[in-house]
């Protein structure tokens, strides 16, 4: 079994459609792939269940069918930062807890497992526990999604270097455009690859065709 975290340069940049268009391509491959968000913020009460966009969006990518309690076992009302959403819900969010839940999946036995963070790397948990810390717990390698728009250069050399410190290993970054107006993307681009100590691994521009989406299939199968 192949598995990465999954994580991003900010909110809103594209973790999920990366993260679900990975899983999608993976199963189109003949592989068995599975998500997982252990935690989200921002859920709808759907048949006295709180149920998460970007969760559901991640079960519907996986081919391995498992509940969306699982997929999504830490699932939080406001769509506000966890740790704040948790304690305002009385919950404490623990590393034991999400690591659990991760090893549940791993008994179904994907040929491809994704664990997709929330927000950006640095993400709080609770007092005194980081997202980072947990990914460290599970020795994944990281594939972080660049949103390119204007600071995109920033964020992306400041949070590889961020995963490095922490002792991860970064296995590569995908930009996905955000603007299709962005200036200068090309250039932009360019700087990215001969500035981070990592490869591209994906290029998706501004709402990928389906041919535009193909190019996946080759890095799926060197991700598995």
Known sequence: MASYFVTGTDTEIGKTFVTSQLLRTGADAGLSTLGYKPVSAGCELIDGVYSNEDARAIKAASSVSAPLEQINPIALLPPIAPHIAAQQAGVTITEDAIVQGYQQLQTYQPDLLLM?????????????????????????EVILVVGMRL?????????????????LKLKGWVANQLDPAMPVYTENLQTLKNSMPAPLLAELPFNPS?????????????LA
């Open 151 to 167: 600071g995109c250069l920033n964020h992306a050399l400041l949070t590889a270097d961020a995963i490095l410190r922490d002792g």
């Open 116 to 140: 997709e963070g929330a927000g950006g790397w640095k993400l709080p948990l609770a007092e005194n526990l980081w997202m980072p810390e947990v990914v460290k717990a599970l020795s994944l």
């Open 210 to 222: 389906k041919e535009s989406l193909q190019g996946l299939s080759s890095l799926v199968q060197k």
